[in-house]
């Protein structure tokens, strides 16, 4: 069967460009809630600041793998 | 100090333009290589900056501690501090006050990782133990078996299997699809995660740091117009810099309060 379509070139940043689609709106969702609950609330803005970083490093994780994973499947 | 021996690439041979730092950064020439009852041993220089940062580290605390007095010296007052970061602020925060008999094993681990973070900014060595994938596993290992330990010590092995793969108020069919997926997310993938959020992103910021800095010295010596680009190049390596601070410090946090997070959920009787 002949190819039909064909990618060359770094895939790896391709696949690094698509994986941070994801990561990218979810850090903007967790840091736009903690935004909008300190706006109504200041003082929990000490409470919730754990669950912040948490959200973020959970989010952040999932692009870091997109961008490690190509390095590593050398 | 030509670039070219600072860093490590797959460079082909002749002139191959400007050569970016690979994986194999962390893969330096060994200085010392033993076997051990068939398991090869290999000293580095990344094994040399993670027993110094953790000598330090150790040395640091135990000096904060050595004559203890009641109104504390800076000494004490700051490892005094460093220690009740973790214990106050993450271990009775997110276990609550059972938590506190935790405290010293949270403590070292976030001392331990951290120290071994920002070793990829210090001068001189400059490259993070952790991001040797078998430095976080082993963590992420000792963790997944604390966690189950205290669950089945508390629970009892059956009750412990029962809360977490049958978690209570689901109607009965859906356990088919929900079984499977609580015991790879509470067995499987959360020591993985755990892991490997760790390593990769120390090993996506050395990279980063490495090509930023690799890019500056290749611009100012390739000779032609984009010259004109090293200075950017510098200032996205001192920026970067700044970033990867913050992020070694906050994977060491996230990695703690994970750890006590899974710690708490596997203390808790349903």
Redesign the interface.
Known sequence: MSVLAELTGNVGTMGYGLAAIGPGIGVGIVFAAYIQATARQPESAGLTR?YL??G???S??LA??G??VP??I? | MSAAAVLASECPPGDPGFCPP??LEFYPEPLATFDVLGIHFAITRITIILWLATALMVFFFISAVRNPKLVPDRRQWMGESAYSFVRDGVAR??IGSEGLRYAPYLAALFFFIVVNNIMGIIPFAQIPPTGRFAFPVVLAGITYVLFNWIGIRQQGLGPYFKNNLFPPGVPKPLYLLITPIEFASTFLFRPF?LA??L???M??GH?LLAIFAAGTVYLFTVGNFSVIFAPVSFAMAVVMTFFELLVQV??A??FV??TSTYISGAMEEH
Do not use: G
């Open positions: 754990t970083f948490l973020f490093a959970l952040e994780a870091i793998l961008f490690v390095f590593i050398t | 690979s994986v925060e997110v995660t490997v959020r390593f990769a992103n090993l996506a990279l906050l994977q946090y996230v309060v994970l």
